[in-house]
């Protein structure tokens, strides 16, 4: 079992920046792919950014160029900086956790590839 466990969100001006952060305790962390999604308000969830185990990064195109993923194996932390805000960025934030190594990338696009989910972490965007 995998405790994932999101802090950093809250509320940010359009233009501004918030980093997330992901704990997820354990010596198994480094073997994991990490991803992040968000769900609006009447939403599905979509994907935005994973980062694999050995440290390829994907994104969604409606953040590339704007947020980055990063992950610290030695404390088992996965990193989302959020920069150039959008109000449409607003969101419930969750980080996500397979150990599973697809053959395919588009796999960690797609939220079922995932087995660990944390609670979500809010961000609010102001116009």
């Known amino acids: 079992q995998v405790q994932l466990v999101e802090s950093g969100g809250g509320l940010v001006q359009a233009g501004g920046s918030l980093r997330l952060s992901c704990a997820a305790p354990?010596?198994?962390?480094?073997?994991?792919?990490m991803g992040w999604f968000r769900q609006a308000p009447g939403e599905e969830r979509e994907f935005v950014a994973a980062?694999?185990?050995?440290?390829?990064?994907y994104y969604a195109d409606s953040v590339k160029g704007r947020f980055a993923i990063s992950r610290d194996n030695a404390e088992s932390t996965v990193y989302l900086q959020m920069n150039s805000l959008k109000p449409e960025d607003t969101a419930a934030y969750y980080c996500a956790a397979t150990s599973t190594r697809y053959y395919s990338a588009t796999y960690y696009y797609t939220q079922t590839s995932y087995r660990y989910w944390g609670q979500g972490t809010h961000v609010t965007v102001s116009s």
């Open positions: 980062i694999s185990w050995n440290d390829y990064t």
């Open positions: 354990g010596r198994t962390f480094s073997s994991y792919t």
